[in-house]
């Protein structure tokens, strides 16, 4: 301007008045960039480390020969933990490169109100089959019923045996041994014919009585327990079905599977026969989540029972049995 020609390179307030705004948006896209680089970076380099340690673990089992028992075994199980940390590591990066690269996570407890409706519906058998008689319990009221049975049978023998004595004492001699040895039979059986009468007779008629008593009232209890069993057995099923659907649609959309799903089930079935077994406990493991309402992120089965917890519960003896499935899948 000082020259009298107007050079827009020069004007500092033609400068400040059309400043080219920063590009946020690209310098964001730039960051996310260099952080899914990094993180692919750390996997290749987990992977590195991985191959290391089984080339040390290779290396230990050559020199097994050599070694110690104790010095052996103390070794491997440490060679285990480390390698299962670095597997624990890998799996976190490869988490974070997927959430990085967009990919969808899905919430497997977040089921809606109908399936809980059906896993609480479903929780009610245990309850319910306590309120059934037994079959050991039935079996001892009809024994109690069959006893009066038996006591009224010795009561004829009885009163059988005290009419061949009487009969023995009326066609002997009184000075004969056979009329002694009759006496003291007869004396014998009244006194147990009297302790019939009195005591195991009235004894036996009334628990007999009782027990008939029972078992009407377990009929009853039967009759009216028996139908909702069922129903709680049909929502067991169908809640295991709609669970087992669940988790193998989100295997087949590639989705992010939970960390506590990640922990105890791995990311997939295993072929064969073996992949029935894991989807059958995949969907008990995910009922169970259900149907305690457990939401932790990590922990598939919840923390475990606090100090002074009635283990006996059905929360704590099915979480036992899921324990020992998740073992025997050995993933």
């Given at each position: 301007m000082?020259?009298?020609?107007?050079?827009?390179?020069?004007?500092?307030?033609?400068t400040?008045?059309y400043?080219?705004p920063a590009?946020?948006t690209?310098?964001?896209l730039?960051e996310?960039?260099?952080?899914v680089?990094?993180?692919?970076?750390?996997v290749?380099e987990s992977?590195?480390?991985?191959?290391g340690?089984?080339?040390d673990l290779t290396d230990?089992t050559?020199?097994?020969e050599?070694g110690s028992?104790h010095?052996?075994?103390?070794r491997?199980?440490?060679l285990?933990r480390?390698?299962?940390?670095?597997?624990q590591q890998?799996r976190?990066?490869?988490?974070?490169?997927?959430?990085?690269d967009?990919v969808?996570?899905i919430?497997?407890?977040d089921?809606g109100?109908e399936?809980?409706?059906?896993?609480?519906?479903?929780?009610?058998?245990?309850d319910?089959?306590?309120?059934l008689?037994?079959?050991?319990?039935r079996?001892r009221?009809?024994?109690e019923?069959?006893?009066l049975a038996?006591?009224h049978?010795?009561q004829?023998r009885?009163?059988?045996d005290?009419?061949?004595?009487?009969?023995?004492?009326?066609?002997t001699?009184?000075?004969?041994r056979a009329?002694?040895d009759?006496?003291?039979?007869l004396?014998?059986?009244?006194?147990?014919?009297?302790?019939?009468?009195?005591e195991?007779?009235?004894a036996?008629s009334?628990?007999?009585?009782?027990?008939?008593?029972a078992?009407?009232?377990?009929?009853?209890v039967?009759?009216?327990?028996?139908?909702?069993l069922?129903?709680?057995?049909?929502a067991?099923?169908d809640?295991?079905?709609?669970?087992?659907?669940r988790?193998?649609?989100?295997l087949?959309?590639?989705a992010?599977l939970?960390?506590?799903?990640g922990?105890?089930l791995?990311?997939s079935?295993?072929?064969?026969?073996?992949?029935d077994?894991?989807?059958?406990t995949?969907?008990?493991?995910l009922?169970?989540?259900v149907?305690?309402?457990?939401v932790?992120?990590?922990?598939?089965?919840?923390?475990?029972a606090?100090?002074?917890?009635?283990?006996?519960?059905?929360?704590?003896?099915w979480?036992a049995?899921l324990?020992?499935?998740l073992d025997e899948?050995a993933?």
């Amino acid at each position: 301007m000082s020259h009298g020609y107007a050079t827009y390179g020069d004007d500092p307030e033609f400068t400040q008045e059309y400043a080219e705004p920063a590009d946020s948006t690209r310098r964001d896209l730039d960051e996310l960039f260099a952080a899914v680089d990094g993180l692919r970076t750390a996997v290749e380099e987990s992977d590195d480390r991985d191959r290391g340690l089984r080339q040390d673990l290779t290396d230990l089992t050559d020199r097994l020969e050599r070694g110690s028992a104790h010095r052996q075994e103390d070794r491997i199980d440490l060679l285990g933990r480390q390698l299962e940390r670095l597997q624990q590591q890998v799996r976190a990066l490869e988490r974070a490169v997927r959430v990085a690269d967009g990919v969808p996570q899905i919430n497997l407890d977040d089921v809606g109100a109908e399936t809980r409706a059906l896993a609480r519906e479903a929780a009610r058998w245990d309850d319910l089959h306590k309120e059934l008689v037994t079959k050991e319990q039935r079996a001892r009221q009809e024994q109690e019923i069959s006893r009066l049975a038996s006591v009224h049978e010795a009561q004829t023998r009885c009163d059988a045996d005290l009419l061949e004595v009487m009969r023995v004492l009326a066609s002997t001699d009184r000075a004969s041994r056979a009329r002694g040895d009759a006496e003291s039979r007869l004396r014998a059986l009244s006194t147990r014919r009297r302790t019939l009468l009195d005591e195991e007779i009235p004894a036996a008629s009334e628990a007999a009585e009782q027990a008939r008593l029972a078992l009407r009232e377990a009929d009853a209890v039967e009759a009216r327990i028996v139908p909702q069993l069922e129903r709680a057995e049909r929502a067991w099923h169908d809640l295991q079905v709609r669970l087992r659907t669940r988790i193998t649609d989100a295997l087949g959309s590639n989705a992010l599977l939970p960390t506590w799903f990640g922990h105890a089930l791995g990311v997939s079935p295993p072929a064969g026969a073996a992949g029935d077994a894991w989807i059958r406990t995949a969907a008990s493991v995910l009922a169970y989540r259900v149907t305690f309402g457990i939401v932790d992120p990590a922990l598939p089965l919840g923390p475990p029972a606090g100090e002074g917890t009635d283990t006996a519960e059905r929360r704590w003896t099915w979480r036992a049995r899921l324990e020992s499935d998740l073992d025997e899948l050995a993933l």
